[in-house]
């Protein structure tokens, strides 16, 4: 598998969460310190674009499931997936990610989506 990385942009107040590769345990634990560093100055509102990451192992989606919570739950923000692999969107369904927050075939679709709902 190839190495976890991920890319943080910032769309109209929407950090957009780009991943490439597979996300295990170690790209987990960085892509949730990086979304924790952006929640802790403000940021709210975020789009997760899985289309690079075609497999998530049960820690990677553990920490995803993390990354929501602290999003939805405790920072009262909104978030948005896309770019998912039938494997992913399974795997995503699972372990409750998608009662969450929805799933969009495209990034700009689920930006679109997190605009309606912040107004």
Same mark, same amino acid.
């Given at each position: 598998?190839?190495?976890?990385?991920? *890319?943080?942009?910032? &769309?109209?107040?929407?950090?957009?969460?780009?991943?490439? @590769?597979?996300?295990?345990?170690?790209?987990?634990?960085? =892509?949730?310190? &990086?979304?924790?560093?952006?929640?802790?100055?403000?940021?709210?509102?975020?789009?997760?674009?899985? *289309? @690079? /990451?075609?497999?998530?192992?049960?820690? @990677? =989606?553990?920490?995803?499931?993390?990354? =929501?919570?602290?999003?939805?739950?405790?920072?009262?923000?909104?978030?948005?997936?896309?770019?998912?692999?039938? =494997? /992913?969107?399974?795997?995503?369904?699972?372990? @409750?990610?998608? /009662?969450?927050?929805?799933?969009?075939?495209?990034?700009? *679709?689920?930006?679109?989506?997190? &605009?309606? /709902?912040?107004?």
């Amino acid at each position: 598998m190839s190495d976890f990385n991920s *890319e943080f942009t910032i &769309k109209d107040n929407i950090v957009v969460v780009k991943t490439h @590769g597979y996300l295990d345990d170690a790209g987990g634990q960085v =892509l949730r310190q &990086k979304c924790s560093e952006l929640i802790d100055k403000g940021n709210i509102y975020f789009v997760f674009n899985l *289309e @690079g /990451t075609p497999v998530i192992n049960s820690t @990677g =989606l553990s920490m995803i499931l993390d990354i =929501l919570v602290q999003i939805i739950d405790y920072s009262e923000g909104e978030a948005a997936i896309c770019g998912l692999t039938s =494997l /992913t969107q399974t795997a995503l369904k699972m372990t @409750g990610v998608l /009662t969450l927050c929805e799933s969009y075939p495209t990034e700009d *679709e689920a930006i679109e989506a997190i &605009k309606e /709902t912040i107004g």
